[in-house]
């Protein structure tokens, strides 16, 4: 819908811009992340060209492919590095996911240095699944599932996070809605 909006526009550059701010404008309800907002936003800018048309265009049909991309998949957090089978062999014993509702399973990121002494976080392991609805089910439909590990005692040992697999912008628009959260609640204590 806003791919379309916005190449309508390309003919009009040369006419009133209050035309273009206002069809922008209109749009911003349909950008679906904050990224593409901040690109919209510059259109609507005295400088507005076809190239930066075609930018905004690019940029939206990138961050629909990734997501396109990542939607079957869903990402565990926490999980110690360790090679392919033993990761895979981790979900299901220790964390319930069934074999036949995946199909591949892989770290992010780079690999770390093994002379590295840097105690940071294990990369996170990306599970694609078969079906969006089976990502949806492990991921408690977008919200995040957090599992805990109990010892023989019953006490928590470890906590894992299954969250779905976002692509940056979505990444960062949620980020942002955080933020915004946060501010509130420091605004309604402050004034409590």
């Not at 009009?12 to 593409?36: F, H, M, P, R």
């Not at 990121?109 to 996170?124: H, L, W, Y």
């Not at 079906?131 to 109990?150: D, F, H, I, M, R």
Request: proline share 3%.
């Amino acid at each position: 819908v806003i791919k379309t909006e916005i190449k309508a526009l390309v003919p009009l550059i040369t006419d009133s811009q209050k035309d273009i701010v206002e069809k922008a404008g209109k749009s911003w309800a349909d950008v679906a992340s904050t990224n593409n907002k901040d690109v919209i936003k510059e259109l609507t800018s005295s400088k507005l060209t076809t190239n930066l048309v075609e930018k905004a265009v690019s940029k939206i049909d990138t961050d629909n492919l990734e997501r396109s991309k990542r939607q079957f998949n869903v990402t565990v957090s926490g999980i110690p590095e360790a090679d392919k089978k033993t990761d895979q062999r981790f979900l299901i014993e220790v964390l319930g996911f069934r074999k036949e509702h995946f199909v591949d399973s892989f770290r992010a990121g780079a690999p770390k240095k093994p002379d590295s002494s840097d105690k940071t976080k294990p990369r996170v392991l990306v599970v694609k699944m078969k079906s969006k609805e089976l990502a949806q089910n492990y991921t408690n439909n977008g919200k995040g599932c957090p599992v805990e590990v109990e010892d023989d005692n019953g006490n928590v040992t470890d906590i894992y996070y299954i969250n779905e697999d976002l692509c940056f912008a979505d990444r960062k628009a949620r980020f942002l809605v955080r933020e915004a959260r946060r501010q509130r609640l420091r605004g309604k204590m402050a004034q409590k």
